[in-house]
């Protein structure tokens, strides 16, 4: 029997660069069907240059995925042999065509994360179920208490790193101190093998006194209750509580997404708090008008979610104000803070909370000298 093929691979001809920035090109190619957008990553497949003949991974084109409708470059046709420039031995994206060696925090820093016997010392950890929310959580941080702020990045979405166009926006305006990948996911400035010793890393390595928690870009969704890579976000909350940290959950809201199961609270907020976070959190609920304070509120309670978790009511706007001072804007579903003010607000307040939390333990550490 015929084995089920999994990709639909093609040869293709690099007609042009539209876009570099590390780790990554944005290419202009044609192939049978066509001219069409791909993207290559250096570090995986070596240089990339017009005329290039490659071999590109088709699928998502074919599927008419809207956030993967690009091809992907698996190999340069007679391009020369890379060899690895690390002595790292841990393995990424395992067992795959393309597997990466990377040097991880486990064997760069082991004995930093051995002696952290106190784990991450009382650190907020924002946890959120979209790479988006990353950059209003952020400011939000650095506006309440201008804390030094690490980006965790999980392997539930994007695996490579450099896809993300919003985080060197971010460290470029000054928002975020570092960013680590972690699991299967690679390519951030360091590396670690599981969300426990990447958190580990953001305070121990980086100085991070708010940890943001958030998969890459392009969750994965099925509409379905638990089939949705945003869950992750549960475990995270309390992977920061067993390490001694102080998990805070961002919440995703909105009134102006279509769809219903994303309206008010979304159903993975709900799912997350309710279902698969099984310790207690901070629940960052963002302060707004009515009648959206009240739906908002109405939501969480009608899931009980008062009863199992810390509900602190915070003002997200700050955050919004600081990504407009740092020029950095950003979009979730291909709409804003003015078309969808509530989502920016409900992560802002999360990174406020945090930081007003981060601030808190400073001042602690202050009267302790």
């Known amino acids: ?17 539209l876009a570099e920035r590390p780790g990554i090109v944005e290419l202009e190619v044609e192939a049978e069907e066509g001219r069409a957008r791909a993207l290559a990553y250096p570090p ?17 084109v074919e599927l008419g995925l809207g956030t993967g409708g690009f091809h992907l470059v698996v190999a340069v046709e007679g391009g020369p042999d890379t060899d690895l420039d690390h002595g790292g031995r841990v393995m990424k994206a395992r067992y795959t065509p393309l597997q990466a060696a990377v040097p991880a925090v486990e064997e760069t820093h082991r004995e930093t994360l051995e002696g952290a016997v106190l784990g991450l010392r009382g650190a907020p950890v924002v946890c959120a179920p979209l790479h988006s929310m990353v950059a209003p959580i952020a400011a939000g941080a650095k506006a309440s208490a201008d804390a030094r702020g690490a980006y965790v990045m999980t392997d539930g979405a994007a695996l490579p790193g450099a896809l993300s166009e919003l985080v060197p926006r971010l460290r470029e305006a000054g928002l975020l101190d570092g960013w680590i990948t972690v699991g299967q996911a690679f390519g951030g400035e360091l590396e670690a093998v599981t969300i426990w010793s990447g958190l580990l890393a953001a305070t121990e390595v980086l100085g991070a006194e708010v940890v943001v928690v958030a998969d890459g870009p392009g969750n994965l969704g099925t509409e379905t209750t638990w089939g949705v890579s945003a869950l992750g976000s549960g475990h995270a909350l309390m992977a920061a509580a067993t390490l001694r940290g102080r998990p805070v959950a961002a919440l995703r809201i909105s009134f102006a997404d279509p769809r219903p199961r994303h309206r008010v609270v979304s159903h993975h907020s709900l799912t997350i708090l309710g279902r698969v976070c099984r310790t207690d959190v901070n629940v960052a609920v963002p302060v707004l008008e009515e009648p959206e304070r009240t739906a908002v509120w109405d939501a969480l309670r009608a899931a009980k979610l008062e009863d199992r978790h810390q509900l ?23 709409r804003g803070p003015a078309e969808d003010p509530a989502f920016f607000l409900a992560a802002g307040a999360a ?7 981060a601030a808190g333990s400073r001042r602690y550490r202050d009267l302790g000298r």
């Open 44 to 60: 995986l497949v070596g240089p990339v240059r017009v005329g290039d003949r490659v071999v590109v991974n088709t699928t998502a």
């Open 312 to 334: 602190v009511e915070a003002d997200g706007r700050p955050a919004l104000e600081e990504l407009g001072r740092r020029g950095v804007r950003v979009t979730s579903m291909g």
């Open 351 to 357: 990174g406020v909370l945090a930081g007003r939390m």
């Open 1 to 17: 029997m015929e084995p089920t093929r999994l990709v639909r691979l093609r040869r293709a001809t690099v007609l042009g660069v």
